[in-house]
């Protein structure tokens, strides 16, 4: 099973909006409606801030939303702020032999 | 509190092997499904393996089917995993995480412990 595909980088500036994709399959993230997405700081331990697809868990900001589209899960940050520099990765089910799979990863910077 | 903590990481020769514990409280342990992530040193995330609240159903990625174990034991809070002919490869902080509540599926994990390094080398 490969890594979902995201892209390396995207950036903004303080307040504006960015988008970060996450491509699959029909197998994993066009299947299933399990697409979730994670927040990491360096050296710190990842933080649930999506699930199934469009779900903010208690503790994530408003400011981020998911959604998916066929094959593509998005997620969006509204009003980016200093905080939000991290690495992003999408994960979601799948119906390979490894049943859980991560995207490649990309990292947000706030110009 | 949601509480995971790791341990027993450490150094290991290839072909070695080393058994990772999470110790869990703060929630009931019994009731929820738990995984294993992990993350090679500068790179992203990798699902390991994952175990259902009552041990029924067992996963694990491909890369490391027949050398690894995961099993828990619900009357201590505590998950394991056994990591047998280890190679380079392998070397990774180890997360233990928690999945959804009463599924036998990984559909998202919702608390991450700290990690534990391990790293395989001569």
């Known amino acids: 099973q490969s890594a979902l595909t995201q892209p390396a980088s995207v950036s903004g500036s303080p307040g504006q909006s960015i988008t970060i994709s996450c491509t699959g399959t029909?197998?994993?993230?066009?299947?299933?409606?399990?697409v979730s997405w994670y927040q990491q700081h360096p050296g710190k331990a990842p933080k649930l801030m999506i699930y199934?697809?469009?779900n903010r868990p208690s503790g994530a900001s408003n400011r981020f939303s998911g959604s998916k589209s066929g094959n593509t899960a998005s997620l969006t940050i509204s009003g980016l702020q200093a905080e939000d520099e991290a690495d992003y990765y999408c994960?979601?089910?799948?119906?390979?032999?490894?049943?859980?799979?991560f995207g490649t990863g990309t990292k947000v910077t706030v110009l | 509190e949601v509480q995971l903590v790791e341990s027993g990481g450490g150094l290991v020769k290839p072909g070695g092997s080393l058994r990772l514990s999470c110790a869990a409280s703060g929630f009931t342990f019994s009731s929820y499904s738990m995984n294993w992530v992990r993350q090679a040193p500068g790179k992203g995330l990798e699902w390991v393996s994952s175990i259902s609240s009552s041990s029924s159903y067992i996963y694990y990625a491909d890369s490391v089917k027949g050398r690894f174990t995961i099993s828990r034991d619900n009357a201590k809070n505590s998950l394991y995993l056994q990591m047998n002919s280890l190679r380079a490869e392998d070397t990774a902080v180890y997360y233990c995480?928690?999945?959804?509540?009463?599924?036998?599926?990984?559909?998202?994990?919702?608390?991450w412990g700290q990690g534990t390094l391990v790293t395989v080398s001569s």
């Open positions: 029909s197998s994993d993230v066009g299947g299933y409606n399990y």
């Open positions: 995480a928690r999945g959804p509540l009463g599924t036998t599926l990984t559909t998202y994990v919702d608390y």
């Open positions: 994960s979601s089910y799948t119906s390979s032999s490894t049943p859980y799979v």
């Open positions: 199934d697809v469009s």
